[in-house]
């Protein structure tokens, strides 16, 4: 089938990934096509998982919910995308599990992005965010917590190795060659061999997201030594001293130009590509007591470097992972630091990142310079200001975030991308026109209403191209037009999304979408 494939600027075919096994179909290519059985709605969803021999990791408790949705979800196009999309991770991106060769009690998972053979800091986290529920305190090597405590290991040493970086190669243990990256490489590698690092973007919310599948794994096992025992402390570390370099602004209070430890330019023909001011992107006020991000979640560069949806992250799951800190043992001042620091990228987005829209009234910026000048949008990758509730920053009843939310959904966002197909918030990264499935999940996410949730539900399952799965973008006036066959997160994302609403609004599950 047709889809354009680009993900994070790289052409996901040049990349193509290892089969698991030598007679196992390359799931880049089997995710194009269609396979029986069809679901028997008007939609013929493909069954897309891969066969048992085939899949990368098996649960037993991931195959019990997939086997009890089944009686929940009552319209058959919607439990064949949830059959399809839930356990799409496990079945397709447990790319190596193993231990380290220093210490043979420290799992590793490299757990990949899907059609690129690589292993991003965001998208593994939220990965396994698709089976915290199902997550419970385990030592056994074959348990999602095993997988769970793999990929944190894995983060850690990523994050000490290359901090300013956002995707990794296979570790040494695994034995995999690493993979080429198909763009020019960057003028400045600050802290990257390319045998480690697969891109080295600096995108704050990569490091937010180690904090997060941190407290994610720790809240639902409380497993105290796990994080005592490796390298969690000192990645930690790490990640505080790495963000507090980058508090700093563009110019000093004498007026000399601060150095800044990271700077990015690359050979491209696409603006989002590359920083502009010489790799220092444009100039933000010093002081401001917001972290700089380079990037965005999607991958693109920032406008204004000071990007609110990843400062509101990074201070929610600093200050929870402020209270591991706190409970590991003589780490107190530590601890203490870190929920102050988080305490105080709050005040500063309270105080930076709201703006007065005449017709909305105080919403939230997407980005700001700190100067006075803001970037108003919203771009669907998480996070995103709409997920602000999703990511625990705040709640949805919050004033500023329903007027925020009622603006980023209507036409008046510049990336709300509209037409028959579709109707959802996209970015930059896959283009005018093109809707993210991913904005559509948010957007169920943080509503209540059971009409907006059935209404959008109906089109994320109409618009598969028949494929049952969740793709990266989809075309308003097109649904063959779209991007990334197999984007792990995004599939993972639309299970949670359905196991929500079972606890939540059970009567959307049990609505039909034909
Ligand atoms: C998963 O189970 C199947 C049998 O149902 C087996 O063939 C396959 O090797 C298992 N996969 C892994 C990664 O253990
Ligand atoms: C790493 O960089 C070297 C030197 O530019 C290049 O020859 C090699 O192909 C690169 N390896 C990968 C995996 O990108
Ligand atoms: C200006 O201030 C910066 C930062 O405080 C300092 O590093 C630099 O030496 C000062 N430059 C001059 C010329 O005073
Ligand atoms: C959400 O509201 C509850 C109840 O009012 C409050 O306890 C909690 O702190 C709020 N959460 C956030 C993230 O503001
Ligand atoms: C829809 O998109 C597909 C894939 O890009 C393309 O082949 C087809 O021509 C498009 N259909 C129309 C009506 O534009």
Redesign the pocket.
Known sequence: MRGRTFSSGILASAAAVAVVQAQCPDYSTFSQQRHEPFSTGKYQLSYMRPEPACRTFNSSIVEDTITDMKSVIKDPDLYRLFENSFPNSLDTAVRWKGFAANNPMEELTFLITGDINAMWLRDSANQMQSYLTLLKADSSYDSIASLYRGVINLQARYINEAPHCNSFQPPVESGLAPTQNQQKPDVFTPDASNQTVFECKYELDSLAAFLEISTNYYEATNDIEFFKNFQWVSATNTVIATTEALLIGTYASNGSVNEIPYTWMRETTSATETLDNSGRGNPVQDGTGLVRSAFRPSDDSTIYQLFIPANMMFS?YLDSASKIMANIGNQRNLANHMHNFAGRIRDAVTQYGIVNDPKYGQVYAFEVDGYGSANRMDDANIPSLLSAPFI????V??PVYQNTRKYVLSKDNPYFMRGPVINAIGGPHAGFGQAWPMASIIRIFTTDDSHEIETTLKEIVSSTDGLGLIHESINTFNQSDWTRQWFSWANGLFGQCLLDLKERKLSTLQASYQ
Do not use: I, P, Q, V
């Open positions: 929610r625990g920053y705040l709640n009843s919050d």
